[in-house]
């Protein structure tokens, strides 16, 4: 078990460039979920796949955010014409197929943090 | 709708002493509550649960928290506090109905230990 991980841990782009974060669950987690962190904030939920199917999205997640997760493993969030506002912490979590008990645990990763300018 | 509402941005002890960080949630139905830990950098890491068994849920490092239903709380406790304890605590609450995964964090609570 490494953990979730996210790459890149940090991202500096243009205002009005794309970017595309990238997450791994631990191995056989078959739900994924993306948030996002401002400063002083806690995180707020974007959106969530159980395999490859998108089951809940955020109206934080506009029409220019869009999150994919193709072959149930990894999975890509991508950012298109950045603003200002979009900078903040993205924070991937997975988590396993639920027993009693053991209900809706989620695993972060370590985030990747977006600065536009 | 749920929120969750942490008392106190900033909480300030001295090393030994008792750790309480406030949480009160609002949910229309059962809940699920965590506690979450964040150090500079680092994601969350999952303190503890409590997802409708025992009301009193002991976690790791020490910590602790009681669900209580009529004042729709969940205040985390340590009966003393370690340096390595500073670090940022989110509480969060999900729907416990089946298919409802979002959690809603509330805005944090900073830790700080004096030696």
């Known amino acids: 078990d490494t953990g979730v991980s996210q790459n890149p841990r940090h991202k500096i782009t243009k205002r009005g460039q794309n970017v595309t974060f990238r997450c791994d669950p631990i191995?056989?987690?078959?739900?994924l979920y993306w948030y996002r962190q401002t400063l002083g904030q806690g995180p707020e939920f974007l959106t969530y796949?159980?395999?490859?199917?998108?089951?809940?999205k955020s109206r934080l997640l506009s029409d220019r955010f869009s999150a994919e997760r193709p072959k149930g493993s990894f999975s890509t969030l991508e950012i298109q014409r950045t603003e200002q506002g979009d900078s903040a912490m993205y924070l991937c979590?997975?988590?396993?197929?639920?027993?009693?008990?053991?209900?809706?645990?989620?695993?972060f990763g370590a985030g990747t943090r977006l600065s536009v300018l | 709708a749920q929120s969750v509402t942490q008392l106190g941005s900033h909480v300030s002890v001295s090393e030994g002493a008792l750790v309480l960080l406030r949480c009160n949630y609002s949910s229309s139905v059962p809940p699920y509550l965590f506690w979450y830990v964040q150090y500079p950098n680092q994601g969350l890491q999952l303190l503890l649960k409590y997802t409708s068994a025992a009301t009193l849920v002991k976690g790791i490092n020490g910590f602790e928290a009681e669900f209580k239903k009529s004042e729709t709380s969940f205040h985390l406790t340590k009966p003393s506090a370690h340096m390595r304890d500073a670090a940022e605590y989110f509480c969060?609450?999900?729907?416990?109905?089946?298919?409802?995964?979002?959690?809603?964090f509330g805005s944090g609570t900073r830790l700080q230990v004096q030696p």
């Open positions: 979590a997975s988590s396993p197929k639920e027993v009693v008990g053991m209900e809706n645990i989620q695993y």
């Open positions: 796949f159980q395999n490859e199917a998108q089951l809940e």
């Open positions: 969060a609450v999900s729907d416990g109905r089946m298919g409802r995964r979002a959690l809603t």
């Open positions: 191995s056989e987690h078959n739900r």
